[in-house]
């Protein structure tokens, strides 16, 4: 049994994935586009060549991504690829994370960024008050 591609629904996945809603979308691929025609576009099972090449040139994403993802087929590779212990033996170096030495940087940039924004506000005030006396 042969599963069909729905390219509407890839179009809509990788759309959300890219964090694009669909009145973005339908401004980047010009003024005969909007929202409603995206949502009716993203129920299509079949998207026209021509359309599928805007889309791909706006997400820029490869026109064959919406023609050939199958979420199943994904989803086995996936399960079969990363099993319960898939990276138990994937690694054997030691990693040195030093997170005293990261919040203690962090800190000294905390400092340095309140240090700017004090001076900021003293050089504001100094032209304050040199307008005022005018």
Do not use: C
């Not at 809509?12 to 994935?17: C, I, L, P």
């Not at 960024?113 to 304050?128: G, I, S, V, Y």
């Amino acid at each position: 049994m042969e599963q069909k591609i729905h390219q509407g629904r890839n179009v809509k996945r990788f759309r959300e994935m890219l964090g694009i809603k669909q009145e973005s979308l339908a401004f980047d691929l010009g003024n005969d586009w909007n929202q409603k025609k995206i949502y009716m576009l993203e129920q299509k099972d079949v998207i026209e060549e021509d359309i599928l090449d805007q889309i791909s040139h706006a997400l820029k994403i490869p026109v064959e991504a919406f023609q050939n993802f199958d979420e199943e087929q994904a989803v086995n590779i996936i399960s079969n690829t990363f099993g319960e212990h898939a990276f138990t033996n994937s690694f054997n170096g030691t990693v040195n994370i030093h997170p005293i030495e990261k919040l203690i940087s962090l800190h000294e940039e905390k400092i340095a960024l309140f240090e700017r924004m004090l001076k900021e506000k003293d050089e504001m005030m100094a032209r304050l008050e040199k307008l005022i006396k005018k």
